[in-house]
């Protein structure tokens, strides 16, 4: 029942994001909001696991990977996780070109070590980040992310958020959102589009 809300939510977070996406591409958004979302970029500012500020021209000359979720999540992020290692796995020498991107929707529980140890269950080619709440907002902002606290019984919380992959393109500009539930050769087809 409650995998069940949290995929409804999901979905409809997901279909707002594209909505949003949609209407920020065409330009028409103006014409129906007084305050248009602002274009989807690819900057952030964040701090890598080792402590080090990181910015998106650090990644600069790679097609970037970016998936938003965090380590307690139930269910999405595990799968989508998995599914990027496959993709990198199957892209071969052409992922060298290709940088995933995890960045934490949760960094109350997601400290550094919590991250390092979680990523450690996946492809070691992808990078975990996490920022204060305050740069979390600001990078959600810029890649229409969707993430929302939830309280559950016991004081435990679940954060529910969009399930988009953001392509960003080793220019820095954002070029296209991949569905979170595409399989990792479906993933790499998609890759091997744009990575040449
Ligand atoms: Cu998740």
């Known amino acids: 029942m409650r995998s069940t809300l949290v995929r409804l939510l999901l979905t409809i977070a997901t279909l707002t994001t594209a909505f949003a996406t949609l209407l920020s591409a065409a330009g028409t958004a103006r014409a129906i909001s007084d305050s248009p979302p602002p274009r989807m970029t690819g900057h952030f500012v964040l701090t890598a696991l080792d402590g080090q500020v990181v910015t998106d021209s650090t990644y600069r000359g790679k097609w970037l990977l970016v998936f938003f979720g965090y380590t307690y999540c139930p269910d999405v992020c595990p799968t989508v996780l998995g599914e990027i ?23 109350a529980r997601d400290t550094a070590a919590v991250l390092m140890q979680y990523l450690k ?32 019984d016991h004081g ?35 890759l091997r589009k744009l990575v040449n």
């Open 85 to 107: 290692g496959n993709a990198l796995s199957a892209l071969g020498p052409l992922a060298e070109s290709v940088q995933p991107i995890f960045i934490t929707v949760d960094p």
């Open 121 to 152: 269950s996946f492809d070691r080619r992808i990078v975990g980040l996490r920022g204060a709440p305050a740069q979390l907002e600001a990078v959600a902002k810029q890649y229409h992310v969707y993430y929302k606290v939830r309280s559950l």
């Open 156 to 190: 435990e919380y679940v954060v529910d958020h969009s399930a988009f992959i953001h392509v960003v393109d080793p220019q820095g500009r954002f070029v296209k959102l991949l569905n979170g539930d595409l399989s990792g050769h479906r993933l790499a087809d998609e």
